[in-house]
């Protein structure tokens, strides 16, 4: 069959599947697409299914219904062996007992490839991985970072056309998480093969992905961009998920909502919103403390985060969280004032908290 | 009372409370094998013999029923360890997929661990001698027309019933070792293998099979040396004209004519040589192999 050009990559579509009766989790209908050189991001709180989604992708697990398109060939039948496709645990499963280059051309190996072309194959994937003169090394010899990227490196090396990532980097340290987020990014833009990858971290999340979709209790709750779930969450709970501390009643009517923050414009995609008793989301970085601002604040409390200052305020009798970049001082109880730093705000109807 | 903060005083104070214990087990054990040495070594002042030599050895290995009895011996468990290691990691690749029902299985498996090994020798001779059980249903049914045309499996000269109680007993031994190994922590190393193309038999070849080994060398090198020496299995199952290294042992012991017992004495230093390289191979391959793999 041939691809036609308008087909994208991957298809998901109506994806399900049942544990068996007692473990009684399911996960509902699934359905998305994915472009090459694109990262979709499945997002979600412990068991919410995107393992098991991830699985259902890979073979390792068969889907009670729904098919997966993948180049315009089915593949939901298939063994995941048969599948093309790769797959990064959050523990890197190398063998130990072979040597780094042992483990990275054994995919080559399975494949029937010479022994010479295998080692030059590796030997260059070793180097775009930052891993030079390491075919030899036994694997004792590497640290937690150097594991992952052997891990990555055989994954790469038998070019398979849709790479999974199962929370790959969850089991190494901050500055390592970076590292390898950087690493992941300069692979997708320079080897255009499309990814999913697994997280329960948003900020790592947000970093790597191109496309995003939101897990809980085995149903989507939101799929889209990183505008849409950053922007524009789809109900409540995305909103607490994604990390929105701010969420304020208003009365929206028309394009305008009326809130103790005073009267705000609506964000041009909510206005089907119907008017009446709303919920507005404010992202906490979009409100400033400014002194000259005609609202005012009494201050509740901060503390420091590392990276920002965490300010609680009161405006009007409610209580409302800022964002301030760096490290700031203020005195429980200081007179202050605040400052909406965007020109709309997202606003969902009541019945969907 | 026993306590101080100086290490090197910590550990002699433990040294010295475990002293009372190792003198039991370590002093018996190096008594005995002083003693079967010395009166290896022709030393036997009760019948007079008061100078060491290695006149019994010497004898020993020129004499065709030592290596008849030392090659039997090393046949039969030989046999009895490959039939048993085949098939317990058959019966573990077996069981393994049946996780669910992993209470009942694995009592299943093991129930016949506690069961010591002179009852086993005793069922299996109840079971496939010539007027055992077997052999009865056999002429019941029809198949044979008295008893005597039932094969020879208990007491015979090949020692198919010796190798038959040891398989019945160390079947189980090594499959628990191997099925841990294998229903655990090998399961994602295989499946990260199958996302990079691998059918079922390169799993087994390049996962599966180099995971177990480590357990399954050191419960079989176990497996082995526990045949070797064993005693009582071939004491029941075995044949009297074609002893095994351990019956020949006691035969010379319990011969009334003392110089005999330096004989004895002899081959249980073979014996117990043989053993040391055996715990050797298993310190080496058997769990040093396993420490090196994790």
């Keep these: 069959m041939l691809t036609r050009l308008s087909e994208p990559f991957l298809q998901v579509t109506d994806l399900t599947y049942q544990y068996a009766p007692a473990k009684s989790f399911s996960l509902g209908k699934q359905s998305f697409t994915l472009e090459k050189g694109k990262l979709l991001v499945i997002l979600g709180p412990s068991g919410s299914g995107k393992s098991t989604l991830l699985q259902l992708i890979a073979g390792l697990l068969r889907p009670n219904e729904g098919e997966i398109i993948m180049g315009g ?20 499963y190398l063998l130990p007992f072979l040597t780094v280059g042992a483990n990275v051309e054994i995919g080559l190996k399975l494949k029937g490839m010479p022994s010479h072309k295998r080692r030059v194959r590796s030997e260059e994937i070793l180097n775009q991985v930052g891993l030079t003169g390491f075919y030899q090394r036994p694997l004792s010899s590497l640290s937690g970072g150097q594991e992952q990227r052997v891990a990555l490196a055989r994954s790469l090396v038998i070019e398979p056309q849709l790479l999974l990532l199962d929370e790959p980097f ?15 990014s300069d692979i997708k833009r320079m ?10 971290d948003r900020e790592e999340a947000l970093a790597l992905g191109d496309q995003f979709l939101i897990l809980r209790d085995g149903a989507e709750q939101q799929s ?9 969450p789809a109900n409540r709970w995305t909103a607490d ?42 992202r906490s970085e979009w409100l400033q403390l400014d002194f000259t601002s005609s609202i005012k604040a009494t201050i509740e409390g901060c503390s420091f985060r590392g990276e920002y200052t965490e300010v609680k305020a009161n405006v009007n009798g409610e209580s409302v969280v800022i964002k301030q970049l760096g490290l700031s001082n203020y005195e429980r109880g200081m007179e202050t004032g605040v400052r909406l730093a965007t020109s709309n705000v997202w606003c969902l109807p009541k019945e969907v908290m | 009372m026993f306590y101080s903060k100086s290490k090197p005083i910590r550990l002699m104070i433990l040294s010295g409370m475990l002293v009372p214990s190792l003198l039991f087990v370590a002093g018996t054990f190096f008594a005995g094998i002083f003693i079967s040495g010395v009166q290896s070594l022709d030393y036997f002042p009760l019948i007079g013999k008061t100078t060491l030599s290695f006149r019994v050895y010497i004898e020993l290995f020129h004499s065709a029923i030592f290596y008849r009895s030392l090659f039997f011996s090393l046949g039969i468990s030989l046999a009895a360890t490959f039939i048993s290691a085949l098939i317990a990691v058959i019966l573990a690749l077996w069981l393994r997929r049946y996780v669910r029902h992993g209470r009942w299985l694995h009592f299943l498996l093991q129930f016949n661990l506690p069961v010591p090994h002179v009852v086993g020798a005793i069922a299996i001779l109840l079971l496939f001698g010539q007027s055992g059980l077997i052999s009865r249903l056999t002429y019941w049914a029809g198949m044979i027309q008295q008893p005597s045309q039932f094969p020879v499996l208990v007491t ?6 010796i190798v038959l109680e040891y398989v019945w007993k160390e079947v189980p031994f090594i499959a628990v070792s191997v099925l841990s190994i294998l229903k655990s922590w090998v399961v994602p190393y295989e499946k990260q293998l199958q996302l990079l193309g691998a059918n079922a038999w390169q799993r087994w070849k390049l996962v599966t099979f180099p995971f177990m080994l480590p357990s399954l060398l050191s419960s079989s090198i176990i497996v082995f040396a526990y045949t070797f020496g064993s005693f009582e299995v071939p004491y029941v199952l075995g044949s009297i004209s074609k002893p095994t290294l351990p019956i020949l042992a006691y035969q010379a012991y319990l011969n009334p004519n003392l110089t005999y017992r330096s004989e004895a004495m002899a081959i249980n230093i073979v014996i117990t040589i043989i053993s040391m390289f055996l715990v050797i ?14």
């Design chain 1, 170 to 184: 969850s089991q190494l340290d901050p500055l390592l998480r970076r590292q390898m987020g950087s690493w992941i």
């Design chain 1, 241 to 282: 998920f994604m990390g929105i501390d701010n969420v304020l009643d208003g009365i929206k009517k028309g394009t305008r909502v009326t809130t103790f923050l005073g009267d705000l414009k609506v964000h041009p995609h909510c206005i089907r919103v119907p008017d009446g008793p709303v919920r507005i989301v404010l």
């Design chain 2, 281 to 294: 191979f298993y310190m080496k391959w058997g769990e040093g192999y396993a420490e090196k793999r994790r």
């Design chain 2, 156 to 161: 015979d000269q090949n020692g198919i019933g």
């Design chain 1, 191 to 200: 080897w255009e093969i499309p990814m999913i990858m697994v997280t329960h």
């Design chain 1, 73 to 92: 060939k089915p593949i939901h039948h298939l063994p995941p062996e048969k599948r093309n496709l790769s797959m990064i645990f959050q523990k890197t």
């Design chain 1, 224 to 232: 889209g961009t990183l505008d849409n779930i950053y922007y524009e």
